[in-house]
């Protein structure tokens, strides 16, 4: 009891740093500097969809091998939003067909090995 806003504004810093980048808006109106810089290509994400890192930092994109290592495909996990705006965008950056393309419910598959790609392209949109 008695204590002052400064310490519970100090403590409230405390708490968000190393959060999200949402963390960043509330410590912004806190008055704290964050702890690490976010890069410029945050600015540049779209708002239709993202995809959300691992607890340890990593991006979702895996690779999973299938049909007796004969077929190799590209799962990227964690995909927030409009999957078929993600999609889209795959398929116009990406020398992809349609076909090769799948949506399923919170990922999209790509068929073959895309993974360096794929991260590659995710870290310039800012994931």
């Not at 980048?21 to 239709?48: I, N, V």
């Not at 992809?96 to 790609?117: C, L, N, S």
Request: glycine residues 8%; aromatic residues 8%; charged residues 25%.
């Amino acid at each position: 009891r008695g204590v002052s806003a400064a310490l519970v504004a100090t403590r409230r810093c405390a708490m968000l740093q190393g959060h999200s980048r949402l963390a960043l808006q509330a410590l912004t109106e806190l008055g704290c500097a964050p702890a690490r810089s976010f890069s410029t290509a945050a600015a540049k994400k779209p708002d239709k969809w993202g995809v959300q890192r691992t607890p340890n930092g990593n991006l979702p994109v895996y690779r999973d091998i299938r049909n007796h290592n004969t077929r190799e495909i590209t799962i990227i996990r964690k995909v927030m939003g409009d999957l078929n705006e993600l999609r889209a965008q795959f398929l116009r950056e990406f020398e992809v067909t349609a076909d090769r393309v799948w949506v399923k419910q919170g990922r999209v598959e790509i068929k073959g090995f895309h993974r360096p790609e794929v991260i590659a392209w995710l870290e310039s949109k800012g994931f």
